[in-house]
């Protein structure tokens, strides 16, 4: 079963300075890299506008809503950190990890997530890491590419 989260998955130094752009940013890095088409990258938004994708601890997990999943056409992961913080509801959002699935493939890697921001050294290689591959070991410890 391939990846869902790659290196060309992983950017460094992304820049935004809000969330409307951020949440584009995620579609866009979804669409690069063939996982999602245009209509879904733009349901990421109208996903946001119903109920806000931040999760806590300057991270956000922007995604499509269900109708959406059509457009989905493999399950994959998207993870941006920002150079700078910037406002999202309110609170400062440095990293935030774009999905698009079709089904629930995506849990796992919301698990280490969710693992990943309880555990402070963890958290901080996301926030100060440039390698892809910590990354890669954080979110997705048996990946194979």
């Known amino acids: 079963m391939p990846s869902l989260l790659s290196k060309s998955g992983i950017h460094f130094g992304a820049t935004a300075s809000s969330k409307m752009e ?19 990258a733009d349901a990421m938004w109208v996903r946001e506008q119903i109920a806000s994708s931040y999760l806590g601890n300057a991270v956000a997990m922007p995604h499509g809503t269900d109708e959406s999943r059509k457009f989905v056409h493999f399950g994959q992961i998207v993870f941006l950190r920002f150079a700078q913080p910037f406002i999202w509801d309110d609170e400062e959002v440095r990293i935030c990890i ?4 079709q ?18 050294e963890k958290f901080h290689t996301l ?8 990354v890669l070991a954080i979110l997705n410890p048996t990946h194979e590419e």
């Open 103 to 120: 089904g629930d493939e995506h849990v796992d890697i919301i698990g280490n997530l969710a693992d990943a921001l309880l555990d402070e």
């Open 98 to 101: 774009g999905i698009a699935a």
């Open 127 to 134: 926030l100060t890491t440039d390698d892809s591959d910590q």
């Open 22 to 40: 951020a949440v584009a940013l995620c579609g866009a890095a979804l669409q690069s890299i063939g996982a999602a088409s245009k209509e879904y």
